[in-house]
């Protein structure tokens, strides 16, 4: 029996660590783990290693992702935002069923709001109640008008201290949200 040479290195080959990369280079383990951490750099390693990944983790082939990618239009489900190179195959973590495409932040954001439906209402609302400039609207207990108010400067047993944007005087309230 004739004892195995590594083609790279040229020494011989233990029992039992023989490894081929590609089809028919022989190799040793060292030189084996250091073809393979090239190779993975390379565009067509990227892409392998991509493909093997998103077959393993998700029962999907490239062609497959490429058409959900066609079907989404290249956006984000969530946000409607191009899909970055690098984006996220969403699934249910409990059933492993894949959904769609979506972009970093937003699979960061279902995650952080660990997909509770009640939460990501609950969001909503505070979006909403605060709007875009920062303000909130309350109404004032002793004539029930309703002000916009800066964000509180501290809180005590539901009592917010705000600054009234639109009050004549500079005088701090006391007001109940």
């Given at each position: 029996?004739?004892?195995?040479?590594?083609n790279?290195?040229?020494?011989?080959?233990?029992?039992?660590?023989?490894?081929y990369?590609?089809?028919?280079?022989?190799?040793c383990?060292?030189?084996?783990?250091?073809?393979?951490?090239?190779?993975?750099?390379?565009?067509?390693?990227?892409?392998?290693?991509r493909?093997?990944?998103?077959?393993?983790?998700f029962?999907?082939?490239?062609?497959?992702?490429?058409?959900?990618?066609?079907?989404?239009?290249?956006?984000?489900?969530i946000c409607?935002?191009?899909?970055?190179s690098?984006?996220?195959?969403?699934?249910?973590?409990?059933?492993?069923?894949?959904?769609?495409l979506?972009?970093?932040?937003?699979?960061?954001?279902?995650?952080?709001?660990?997909?509770?439906?009640?939460?990501?209402?609950?969001?909503?609302?505070?979006?909403?109640?605060?709007?875009?400039?920062g303000?909130?609207?309350?109404?004032?207990?002793?004539?029930?008008?309703?002000?916009?108010?800066?964000?509180?400067?501290?809180?005590l047993?539901?009592?917010?201290?705000?600054?009234i944007?639109?009050?004549?005087?500079?005088?701090?309230?006391?007001?109940?949200?």
């Amino acid at each position: 029996m004739t004892i195995p040479i590594c083609n790279i290195c040229k020494k011989e080959i233990k029992p039992g660590e023989i490894k081929y990369n590609g089809k028919y280079i022989k190799s040793c383990m060292s030189c084996y783990r250091s073809y393979n951490k090239r190779y993975r750099t390379t565009t067509s390693g990227k892409i392998n290693s991509r493909r093997t990944n998103i077959k393993q983790k998700f029962g999907l082939s490239l062609l497959q992702v490429t058409i959900k990618f066609r079907l989404q239009d290249g956006k984000c489900s969530i946000c409607r935002n191009e899909l970055p190179s690098k984006f996220v195959i969403d699934h249910n973590h409990k059933t492993g069923q894949v959904r769609d495409l979506l972009c970093y932040c937003c699979n960061s954001a279902l995650g952080l709001l660990k997909e509770n439906e009640r939460v990501v209402l609950n969001l909503r609302d505070y979006i909403k109640k605060w709007g875009d400039n920062g303000k909130v609207k309350c109404r004032i207990e002793h004539d029930g008008t309703e002000h916009h108010l800066r964000a509180p400067s501290f809180t005590l047993h539901g009592i917010h201290r705000r600054n009234i944007s639109n009050h004549s005087d500079e005088h701090d309230r006391y007001i109940h949200c």
